[in-house]
């Protein structure tokens, strides 16, 4: 019953800007660590931006200094700001979390999102 729901996808021309959101719900005890993923057309998916329970981010070289990882625990949510859009930034990005239920609270449980569709073109 925990699910991820990602939102804020689609098109936006090159230099533009965009911002994902990741919504937790469900019987959660405690979040770990959270993370983007993205996944274009014929690639493997790669990993994008990481924060954990503390607040400490790490990026992939491909998108530093461009995005921003953050996350809000109260509201179990995560956020992707993405500035300075290239079109090869287009793919569809997945939210993932380490998330430990109120049933199995010893256990992290790793899910993951349906994903939202960026599209960068002019």
């Known amino acids: 019953q925990v699910q991820l729901v990602e939102s804020g996808g689609g098109l936006v021309q090159p230099g533009g800007s965009l911002r994902l959101s990741c919504a937790a719900s469900?019987?959660?005890?405690?979040?770990?660590?959270m993370a983007w993923y993205r996944q274009a057309p014929g690639n493997q998916r790669e990993w994008v931006a990481t924060?954990?329970?503390?607040?400490?981010?790490n990026y992939a070289g491909s998108v530093k200094g461009r995005f921003t990882i953050s996350r809000e625990s109260a509201k179990k949510t995560a956020d992707l700001q993405m500035n300075s859009l290239k079109p090869e930034d287009t793919a569809v990005y997945y939210c993932?979390?380490?998330?430990?239920?109120?049933?199995?609270?010893?256990?992290?449980?790793?899910?993951w999102g349906q994903g939202t569709l960026v599209t960068v073109s002019s």
């Open positions: 993932t979390a380490g998330i430990k239920t109120r049933m199995e609270s010893h256990t992290y449980l790793a899910v």
């Open positions: 469900g019987s959660i005890f405690s979040i770990n660590h």
């Open positions: 924060i954990t329970s503390d607040g400490v981010t």
